[in-house]
C-alpha cells in the first residue's frame, strides 16, 4: 500500500518561485496602476522601479529569487557558473526590452524622419557620442585608475549610449505634450534609438585593442593590425552595416506585406496592432541567430516600417503598444532592483565608495552636456541654451548599459580568459571594474534622472508656498525659472518678456495668476480634461475667461513647467 507523504486534510499552499513571482508582479502592476496617472502625470516619475526591485529582492523580503529561477541551488551549481546563468538571464531579458521598445521608437517618428533630420542626428551620434565617450572613459581613468586607459575605454563604451526606456518620462506624458516641443521629442527618440545601436563600435574598438596590444597581449597575436582589421571588417562591416541593411529591408518588407494584406481585407484589427511587436521579435532573433546588431536592427526596422506615415497614422490612437511597452519596462527594472551587486560595489580590490560616488555625479554632469550644449548652434531642433542645457543634462543611463555590460563580460569569459575561466593577467580587475561602474551609474542615472523633473517642480512650487504662508505678496519677488539649473529671474512682465528666449516663466501678473489658481483647484480632479459644461454653456462667465483664455504663445516654443504661463506679447 502506498504510504501518503503529506496528509490528505493539509492545505495545498505551494509557495513556488513562479507563484511568487506571479503575484508580485501583478500586485505592484495593479497598485501601480491604481495611482499611474498621478504619478506620471502629475509628478512626472517614470515607470522603472528599480527601488521595488531592490525591496522584494535578495537583498531585502526575498520574493524575487534570481539565483533560484537560474537553477543555482536545484542544481548544486558553482558560484561562477550560477552567476553565468543569471548573467543569461539578464542580457536577454535586456534584448527583449530594448528591441520592443526601438522598434516603438522607429514607428513613432514621422515619415522619412532620419532622412530629413539626418544632420542632426548624426551629430548627436557621431561627434556627439564620440566625445561622450572620450569623456566618460578619461573621467573613469582618473577617478577609478586602471591599469590602462584601454580599460577605461571599454568601461566607458557601456555607459555611453543613452536609455530609451527611461527618456520615455520627457518624450511622454504631460510633461512633454506641455514644456518639450515636438521637433525636440522626435530629435531625443532619434538620438537614443540610434545611439543604443552604435555603442558596439566604441565597446569593441577597446576590447580588440586590450586583447591584441595589451600588456599580456601575444607578441604573436598580430598586434594593432588585427585588432583593425576585425574592427573594421567585422564589427562595423558584419555588425553594423548588415544590421542596418537587414532591418532596412524587413522592415520595408513588412510594411509592403502588411499593406497588401490589409488592402484584401484578411488582416483583423488585434493582428493589425500587434505587427509592430511581432515584428521586433523576428528581427530580435534573426539577427541573434546571425550574431548582428539586434538592437541597431530593431530600431532601423521600425523606422522603415513607417517610412510612408501609414502605420503610425493607423495606430496612434491605439494603446496596445504602448501596454506592452509598459509591462516589459515594469519586469525588467524589477530584475534589475532584484540582482544589483551591492557587495561587490561596496567592497571591491580596486576602488572605494568615496571614488565611486564623485565618479558618478561627475560622468552625469560632464558625460553629455558639455557636447550638446557646444553643438547646438548646429542643431535646429535645439534653438535656445536653455533647451540645450535640459536636453544635455537628460542622457539617461539604464537597459542598454547593462546589455552592454554583458556583451563586454561575454568577450572576456571567451577571448581574454583561459579554458578554467581565469582572466589574463594585465585584465584581472577589468571584469569586476565593469561590473561595478557600470551597475553603479544604471542606479545614480534611474535616481538622478527620474526625480529631476519631480524635484524641480517642487523646487518651483517651494518659493510660491513659502510666500503664500509668510503672507508676501509682493509683485518683485524672484522666483526660479528651471530650479535644476538654479536661475532666478524677476517677476516683472518686461523681465518675462525678456526672457522668452529661454525656459518661459511666470505669468503675467499676479491677479491672472490668483483667477488661475482658482480655476486650476475647481478643476484639479480632472486635470487634462475638457472644461466643465457650466463653462463651455457660458454660466459663471468671468470665471471661463480666466479658465480658458490662452496668452498668445511665442513662436519658438520652450521647456517649461505645466504650472508656468506663457507672457502675453
Known sequence: MARNIFPIWAAPIASTNFNVATALLGGFISLFGLVSYLL????????????????????????????????????????????????????????????????????????????????????????????????????????????????????????????????????????????????????????????????????????????????????????????????????????ILLSIAYGAVVGLLAQYMLHWAEDRGWVDRESFLVFAISLALFVLGTCGLLGTDDVLACYVAGNAFTWDDWFRQETKDDSLQPTVDMLLNVSIFLWYGAIIPWDLIAHNEFTSLSRIIPLGLLILLLRRLP????????????????????????????????????????????????????????????????????????????????????????GYLAPRLGRALSGDTTEGSPRPVFPGFGRKISGSKDDNRRSRGGIATASSSRAHSRAHSRANSINRAHAGREPSADIEAGSNHNLAVNTIAEPRSSLRREIRFPDEEAVPS
Not at 530629435?187 to 600588456?215: C, H, M, Q, R
Not at 547646438?376 to 540645450?388: E, G, K, L, P
Open 40 to 239: 506620471k502625470e502629475h509628478f512626472y516619475l517614470s515607470e522603472a522601479p528599480m527601488l521595488v526591485g531592490v525591496a522584494f529582492g535578495p537583498e531585502g523580503a526575498h520574493f524575487i529569487r534570481p539565483r533560484e529561477y537560474a537553477g543555482c541551488p536545484q542544481n548544486n551549481l558553482s558560484p561562477r557558473r550560477c552567476e553565468g546563468n543569471v548573467d543569461a538571464i539578464t542580457i536577454d531579458f535586456s534584448r527583449l526590452v530594448l528591441a520592443v521598445q526601438l522598434v516603438l521608437a522607429g514607428i513613432q517618428l514621422r515619415s522619412k524622419y532620419m532622412w530629413l533630420e539626418a544632420k542632426s542626428v548624426f551629430l548627436l551620434v557621431g561627434p556627439g557620442m564620440a566625445m561622450m565617450w572620450i569623456a566618460t572613459s578619461l573621467l573613469i581613468w582618473g577617478l577609478i585608475g586602471t591599469p590602462s586607459f584601454l580599460h577605461a575605454l571599454a568601461v566607458g563604451a557601456c555607459v555611453t549610449p543613452t536609455d530609451p526606456v527611461l527618456s520615455a518620462v520627457i518624450v511622454k506624458g504631460k510633461f512633454a505634450d506641455k514644456n518639450i516641443p515636438k521637433e525636440l521629442q522626435d530629435l531625443i527618440v532619434a538620438e537614443s534609438g540610434t545611439n543604443d545601436g552604435l555603442g558596439y563600435p566604441w565597446l569593441f574598438f577597446a576590447l580588440y585593442l586590450i586583447k591584441y596590444i595589451g600588456a599580456g597581449a601575444d607578441p604573436d597575436g598580430g598586434g594593432a593590425g588585427e585588432a583593425f582589421g576585425l574592427w573594421f571588417a567585422l564589427t562595423w562591416a558584419y555588425v
Open 371 to 458: 557636447w550638446v550644449y557646444a553643438m547646438h548652434h548646429w542643431i535646429h531642433q535645439i534653438d535656445s541654451y536653455r533647451n540645450a542645457i535640459f536636453v544635455g543634462f537628460f542622457g539617461p543611463i539604464g537597459v542598454s548599459a547593462i546589455f552592454y555590460l554583458y556583451i563586454a563580460i561575454e568577450f572576456i569569459d571567451r577571448h581574454l580568459s583561459d579554458e578554467d575561466g581565469v582572466p589574463r593577467s594585465d585584465i584581472t580587475h577589468l571584469r569586476e571594474t565593469l561590473i561595478v561602474v557600470v551597475w553603479f551609474m544604471v542606479v545614480v542615472s534611474v535616481v538622478v534622472h527620474g526625480m529631476s523633473i519631480p524635484l524641480g517642480k517642487l
